[in-house]
Structures are given as C-alpha cells and as structure tokens.
C-alpha cells in the first residue's frame, strides 16, 4: 500500500494547537535539546512528558500505566537532571492522570531513585506531588516517604497550591493548557508522533507502523477513529519540528522544509497558512520578540 492509496481527512481537518501552548512551550525531540539553554521546552513520551520553565522549575506529567520502557526514559531525564547547572531548580511531580502501576516498572524505577538519589537530589530545592488519590497515587507517595530525598517533598490535591508551592504560579495556566492538550490526543496518536521524532523525514508509512506494531491498514483505522490519520500525524510533525528550527536556527526557508520532509518552502508555507493561520516567517519574528523579552 502506497501512501497515495491511504484514504485520510481533508487537510483542512488539522487542528491548531492551542494559541496559549505554543506561545508558552516549544516542543523537543531530544533529552539534550530539553536541557538546553533557559526556555519553555516540553518532551513527549509514550505515557509522560516532561516540561520545563527557563530551568527555573521542572515538571513530569504521567499518565496511563507506564511500563518497562517508560521507566528507563524517566531514569535517563533523571540522570541529565543530576548535572549541577539545574541546582536549586524545583520539581512538579504531576500524578493525577495517572491510571494504575506496573509492579515489575515501579521496582525498577525504585532501585534506579535509591541508586542515584544522591546525585539529582541536592539539585532540587523542593518538590511538589500532585495526585488525586487511589491506590496507584498513595504507592508512588510511598516511594518518596521509603526514599527520603535530601530535598523537601510537598504531596497536594489542589493544583493551585502545588504550584505556588514551587514557586510556578505564573507557570500554571501554560502548563494545564499543555497537559489538557496532551491527555486530549488518544494513546496511539502519542506513539505515532513519538516515532516520528525518531525518524528520517518523508519516512513511508510501513515503517511508521511497524514501529507501533501494526499494519498500515489497521494504524490507519485506530487513528481514523481518534480524528487523525498518518497524513495529518506527518503534517503535525513538519509543524512541530519546523516551529524548533524557525526559533533555534537562521537556516533558510527551504532548507528547513527540506529537514522536516517538506517538498519545498512554498509547501511549508501553505502547510503554516492552512494550519496556523500565519507564515514560518511570522513565526520567526514572534520568537525573536519572545526572546528580546526574556
């Protein structure tokens, strides 16, 4: 099957992200580019995304039951997280969409905390726990009382003072917009935009579903019935990578189109005007302005 015989949404059925979002948080692919210089960065995974606010305040937001997998990801943001250029950062632990916890992914990422609490705790001034209660929250709550950080550990129900309590009340209504956009997308629309960060632009659809696990036939059903389709999910993600090189690069036009999978910069340029209502190039002067003003 050809992606020409994939039968998908009219292009118009993209939809923008939230205005407030991308004006707050720029996405990332990588834990590197994360941690980078001081900025309003977020990285998605399978069933969490971390974010954070100029390096002054860090947060992780889980969801679903993360496995195995999952854990090692959070381990390697954790070990980036122990380079003393972040000390005196705070922590949002945000646990509130949080389903149920995998016995076999908690004791690993237990045994991972007690191992290298040493190195990442004095880096945190302190921390906040957001949760909702349930057995799956009062257990990762028990992780915090078994491991004893060398920093102060908050636990919350009201989002309001988590918040205050790390000192990211301005931060707040950002990153709920972020994590009310991030519940909203459907768990194989999350996995099929984390393959895509992971892969050569204008990959072909076979290998994208491979990755998942699926058939190109039966990926295309599972997003069809979530509102999306591959289409959609590449044209998301020639956005999303582009908006990263608009704002961290001066590379031309066309040479940024031809990074994300673009056929040319007049494609990604009605790719912006369709979806987002502006150019790359206004795109680029709002972020300098941003910039300017931090």
């Known amino acids: 099957m050809t992606e020409r015989d994939v039968v998908t949404r009219p292009c ?6 939230r205005d407030d979002v991308s004006a707050a948080f720029v996405a990332t692919h990588d834990l590197q580019t994360f941690f980078g210089p001081p900025a309003w960065r977020y990285v998605v995974r399978r069933s969490f995304a971390y974010w954070q606010a100029e390096r002054r305040v860090f947060g992780i937001i889980l969801w679903g039951r993360p496995d ?14 122990a380079d003393p250029l972040f000390r005196g950062h705070t922590s949002l632990v945000d646990l509130r969409a949080l389903e149920s916890v995998d016995l076999l992914a908690f004791e690993r990422l237990l045994a991972y905390l007690k191992k290298r609490r040493d190195a990442w705790s004095p880096n945190v001034s302190r921390q906040a726990v957001l949760h909702r209660g349930g057995f799956a929250h009062a257990t990762v709550a028990g992780m915090f009382e078994f491991l004893r950080p060398g920093h102060p550990v908050t636990f919350f129900d009201d989002p309001v003072l988590a918040y205050e309590a790390v000192g990211a009340s301005r931060e707040r209504e950002a990153v709920e917009a972020l994590r009310d956009e991030l519940l909203r997308a459907p768990e194989i629309v999350r996995r099929v935009q984390s393959t895509l960060e992971t892969m050569p632009p204008r990959v072909s659809f076979g290998v994208i579903a491979r990755s998942v696990g699926m058939s190109v036939r039966s990926l295309q059903r599972h997003l069809a019935a979530s509102g999306s389709s591959l289409r959609i999910e590449r044209q998301r993600y020639m956005l999303r990578v582009s908006e990263r090189l608009l704002e961290r690069t001066e590379l031309a036009l066309e040479a940024i189109a031809a990074q994300v999978g673009a056929s040319s910069a007049s494609h990604l340029v009605a790719l912006y005007r369709r979806h987002r209502g502006t150019t790359p190039g206004a795109v680029r002067e709002q972020r300098k302005k941003k910039s300017a003003r931090s």
């Open 12 to 17: 118009d059925a993209l939809p923008s992200p």
């Open 68 to 81: 195995e997998a999952d854990v090692d990801e959070i381990c390697a943001a954790h070990e980036v997280g």
